[in-house]
């Protein structure tokens, strides 16, 4: 496999790779400019090149896009995209103590690691994984989704029911537009552009970047986000000692980026919610800059590209939208990717394995040499800084559908995160809902109408082994947000452990 890798690659292979690569890095930073619309723009370019030249720039954009999205997360507050909201949790935290680069060198790394681990997973073990994830029927992706809103206890350190009020209302707003199964509008007040739903991009930025620039006009104060960059290093013993985390994290992120669906938003806040409840002793409390917090987002979210790309590669089904994309791509190139790839194309495969290793090591080089330079930004008083976020902002809502409206729903959920933050609700889970409640609510129905054909409908819908296992995990996530169930598992293992010594 290794031989045939390295036959793919040459000079130019590289030179298009890196290319995408900083493409990547600069769509992926700016909010509102999604990898998926870069994305379609180069098949657009790209469909009368060689297919390797235009799986070599694609694939660059792809990998480092997805890490890019760290940057403003870290820096600004501003998630890239949905999938880096969970890197804000303890990035930009990390940003206001003047550990900026610090926390833009620990996203680069485990970025790295995990779209490493996820490029081998696919390699190794594309088949297995795929005949796993198509065993998932309806009503086990909604209880995936269902797992995934459980997370919500991780992302409010502080009041669990006011994070539950804060996902319940994202839930309601992700079924505002046209039903996906009966065709009728739903919370729309007869407004035809709520039809087409609230977009999660604009309504992202308004949660995160617009109501951060009120919370800091509040605040009246100039001065910059953080007067440091700070130089501490992360050196080689402390990729060591986050290595585990990093590794069971990417696994997470694998296997629900092979899931079509889902995607880097569910498999960060799952991980980050998994590394929260793992990591015994982190380095400081998670929200308040735990760097164990940026190792689970980020090295989740980047496995999930080697995942997107095993159903894509072997069944023609995309994982996530940018994988959709690229399968477009491979039509328009006249390839078939499915069942007979590896009989047919073989060579394709190879293409985008050696692509995707050159784009994670390309986030080595642009994380480790250009980030840095962008860390600056937090060092500029605020009456400049300010201004040119509120207008990337404006022109990130806009250019997601070239529509006014989208400025004016960013502008609308700016106002309601503001007003949250100032309550002690926290906005991450308020995307975490709007995220999975259209995947919930699809899944769901299409569950029930399945399972309304057997003879009863709760062991139709509850009796696979799948179901059983996520229901399970459901459970276990959801009362260990208790603190009555907290105290009783800790006192009865430490019960066991006197009782050991004693012996």
């Known amino acids: 496999m ?22 990547g890095l600069v769509v992926g930073a700016m909010p509102g400019l999604s990898v998926t ?70 996203a680069t790394v485990y970025s790295f690691v995990g779209t490493l681990f996820g490029l081998i997973m696919l390699a190794l073990l594309a088949k297995p994984v795929t005949k796993i994830a198509l065993q998932f029927s309806p009503m086990d992706y909604f209880l995936l989704a269902l797992f995934g809103l459980t997370t919500v206890g991780s992302l409010t350190s502080k009041n669990f029911l006011k994070g539950l009020i804060s996902a319940a209302l994202g839930v309601i707003i992700s079924l505002i537009g046209i039903d996906p199964i009966m065709g009728t509008p739903r919370f ?13 991009i604009a309504a992202l930025i308004g949660l995160f970047g617009f109501s951060e620039i009120l919370v800091q006009i509040g605040q009246r104060s100039l001065d910059p986000i953080s007067g440091k960059l700070g130089k501490e290093k992360v050196g080689f013993r402390q990729l060591l000692r986050h290595l585990p985390l990093s590794l069971q994290s990417a ?19 799952i991980a980050y919610d998994q590394a929260k409840k793992t990591v015994r002793k982190p380095e400081v409390p998670f929200g308040e800059g735990a760097v164990e917090g940026i190792v689970a987002s980020e090295s989740a979210n980047n496995a999930c590209i080697g995942g997107a790309l095993i159903p894509m590669l072997t069944l023609a089904v995309p994982g996530d939208a940018v994988t959709a994309v690229l399968l477009s791509a491979m039509y328009v190139h006249g390839l078939r990717p499915g ?32 980030a840095p330079l962008m860390a600056r930004m937090v060092l500029i008083p605020k009456k400049i800084l300010l201004p040119v976020v509120a207008i990337l902002c ?33 906005v991450a889970p308020m995307v975490l809902g709007i995220v999975l409640g259209s995947l919930m609510d699809a899944n769901f129905r299409r569950a ?53 010594q004693e012996d």
Request: net charge positive; aromatic share 10%.
């Open 2 to 23: 290794i031989e045939q890798i390295l036959a793919a690659i040459d000079l130019r292979f590289i030179f298009l790779v890196f290319v995408g690569a900083f493409a």
């Open 37 to 106: 619309m870069a994305t379609a723009i180069l098949v657009s370019v790209t469909f009368t090149w060689a297919v390797n030249d235009a799986m070599a720039l694609m694939m660059g954009v792809y990998v480092v896009g997805v890490f890019s999205g760290a940057i403003s997360a870290i820096l600004i507050n501003i998630p890239g995209a949905p999938a880096s909201v969970a890197t804000t949790l303890d990035g930009f935290p990390m940003t206001m103590k003047g550990q900026a680069k610090k926390a833009l060198r620990v």
């Open 188 to 200: 729309t007040f007869g407004s035809m552009r709520l039809q087409a739903g609230i977009s999660l």
């Open 251 to 269: 696994v997470i992120g694998t296997f629900i980026g092979a899931l079509p669906g889902t995607g880097g938003p569910v498999a960060s806040l």
């Open 339 to 370: 069942p007979l790839l590896f009989t047919q194309t073989p060579d394709l495969f190879y293409v985008i394995l050696a692509a995707g290793i050159i784009g994670s090591l390309s986030i080595l080089f642009l994380g480790i040499g250009v």
């Open 394 to 426: 404006i022109i990130g809502a806009y250019a997601i559908n070239s529509s006014v409206f989208d400025v004016l729903i960013m502008a609308i959920f700016g106002l309601i995160g503001f007003i949250m933050r100032r309550k002690g609700y926290s």
């Open 448 to 500: 029930v109408s399945l399972a309304s054909a057997g003879d009863n409908l709760i062991v139709s819908m509850f009796s696979r082994p799948i179901s059983i296992i996520l229901i399970v995990f459901i459970l276990i996530s959801l009362f260990s947000n208790f603190k009555f169930v907290k105290t009783g598992v800790r006192k009865l293992f430490s019960g066991r452990s006197d009782k050991g």
